[in-house]
């Protein structure tokens, strides 16, 4: 799989973790909250690193050291 399609997949999940903490705040269930957010870093995490290998000079530039 080329890493424009896994950036697609890993952005397609984080939208749709992103709906169900929108689904849990309006019940205010934290502890719900806080496990798909959890989640939702992992996947921040590997999209961070698929940017750091794959992203154009100009773009690495900006990039943090480290994902987080």
Excluded: C
């Amino acid at each position: 799989m080329s890493s424009k399609k896994d950036l697609r997949t890993l952005f397609d999940q984080w939208d749709t973790l992103n709906n169900e903490v929108g689904q849990a705040l309006q019940g205010l269930d934290f502890t719900t909250i806080k496990e798909i957010r959890k989640g939702q870093k992992k996947i921040e995490d590997s999209i961070y690193e698929i940017l750091k290998e794959k992203a154009p000079l100009d773009l690495k530039k900006i990039l943090p050291e480290a994902p987080g």
